[in-house]
């Protein structure tokens, strides 16, 4: 139930964004709702992103254009800083939170 309701407020707040467009919007919220799923994000990286990934083959610039691809906009991974220092926004005020640092 929980997660309906992220689901629910991140597809509220995607489409009510003027700056997407429907189709973007789409692929957006397809993306969020298969990140909890091995076998949806399989689907959306395409078999040659899995069979390299699988092999050991794949680069962080084949991640980062697949993920720009996916999504439709701008973005790199951040090289050269510790994991731990990862931080996930799964909701609306991890994002307002991580604006105001």
Do not use: W
Not at 51 to 62: A, E, G, I
Not at 79 to 91: H, K, M, N, Q, T
């Amino acid at each position: 139930m929980r997660r309906e309701g992220v689901e629910h407020r991140a597809q509220s707040q995607t489409t009510s964004n003027k700056s997407l467009g429907f189709d973007e919007a789409a692929q957006v919220l397809r993306v969020f709702s298969a990140r909890r799923s091995h076998l949806a994000m399989a689907r959306l990286l395409g078999p040659l992103l899995v069979l390299r990934f699988l092999t050991r083959r794949l680069t962080v610039k084949q991640i980062e254009s697949k993920a720009i691809e996916l999504l439709g906009c701008t973005g790199g991974a951040v090289r050269g800083c510790a994991p731990e220092l990862a931080f996930d926004i799964d909701y609306p005020s991890d994002y307002r939170y991580v604006l105001m640092r």
